[in-house]
């Protein structure tokens, strides 16, 4: 038990450096970060080609058809009505 | 069927003019709602102009100020399941709107990213696709988008979490590539895959 209080709590210099090294930048050759930096921008690329086709279509000129039916629906109900 | 307008009190001829306004500003936007449920054009305008003159003869039911948007698009999803109903069931994957939507973008004219996009989404289960677009395209929050398809914020969330995975999925694989010869594996693994995701729940 001593000896589990004496790594715990007072480190000797040779350990502190081993787990110095331990802390060390990660050693994996795929560097996650980089590759979810990119996945990050794969979808930001996605939902911007999404928006690009919603607003397409928001940004096309209505057909006459909605409005002339709108109109033609409001006199039948206040005939109606 | 008993009319919920007649207990309420009379609207007046300034109350229908604001909510005229208000609806008709939103066409545009019920437009491109209605495409990416029904992917053709006509069909989409057609379910356009229903859900207007549905949003417009329930207006008596609507609290002005309140989010006007999201209670047309929820009409607009609505009528479109309700029609859709008839013939199979909401939460089978919708094939047929798949192909529609495959054919009405075979335009040569039309940019490949958004014509890859397209066929990205027509791959997706149709719960998922609406919640990215909703989210993704419409603008909507996920409370709102919520509200629209009638179902937990929660669920919303992960729906649109699955569609973004499996939408870059797809995209990346160029498993859309209409002339690929992977082209079937892809989508019947894709396809497989939104099956068994769908079913855990």
């Known amino acids: 038990m001593g000896d589990e209080n004496a790594k715990r709590g007072r480190p000797s210099r040779k350990r502190h450096a081993d787990s110095m090294i331990e802390k060390m930048p990660s050693p994996d050759p795929r560097k996650p970060s980089a590759a979810l930096d990119e996945a990050r921008l794969r979808q930001q690329a996605i939902g911007v080609r999404l928006r690009q086709m919603f607003d397409d279509v928001v940004n096309e000129d209505v057909p006459d058809e909605f ?13 109606n009505g | ?31 491109a709602f209605a495409r990416t449920l029904c992917g053709d054009p006509a069909a989409a305008d057609d379910l356009a102009q229903d859900a ?29 399941y309700s029609e859709k109903r008839r013939s199979w069931r909401q939460s089978q994957l919708d094939q047929e709107a798949a192909e529609r939507t495959l054919v009405a973008v075979d335009d040569p004219e039309a940019p490949v990213a958004l014509d890859e996009l397209r066929q990205g989404l027509a791959m997706l289960p149709a719960e ?10 419409g603008g909507f929050a996920y409370e709102e988008a919520a509200e629209i398809c009638n179902c937990a914020v929660g669920t919303v969330k992960s729906r649109v979490s699955r569609a973004r995975r499996a939408l870059h999925a797809i995209l990346e694989d160029g498993s859309y590539d209409r002339d690929g010869a992977s082209a079937g594996d892809a989508m019947r693994a894709i396809l497989a895959d939104a099956e068994r995701l769908s079913t855990v729940r």
């Open chain 2, 128 to 137: 998922q696709r609406e919640a990215l677009i909703l989210v993704g395209a």
């Open chain 1, 67 to 79: 409005l002339e039916i709108l109109r033609r629906h409001d006199i039948k109900t206040v005939e």
């Open chain 2, 1 to 31: 069927m008993s009319d919920p307008a007649a207990a309420r009190p009379p609207r007046s001829a300034a109350d229908d003019e604001a909510f005229k306004q208000e609806l008709v500003q939103l066409i545009p936007h019920l437009r």
């Open chain 2, 52 to 80: 207007m003159m549905k949003a417009w003869d329930a207006r008596a039911s609507f609290q002005m100020g309140t989010n006007m948007k999201a209670w047309t698009f929820m009409i607009l999803r609505n009528q479109f």
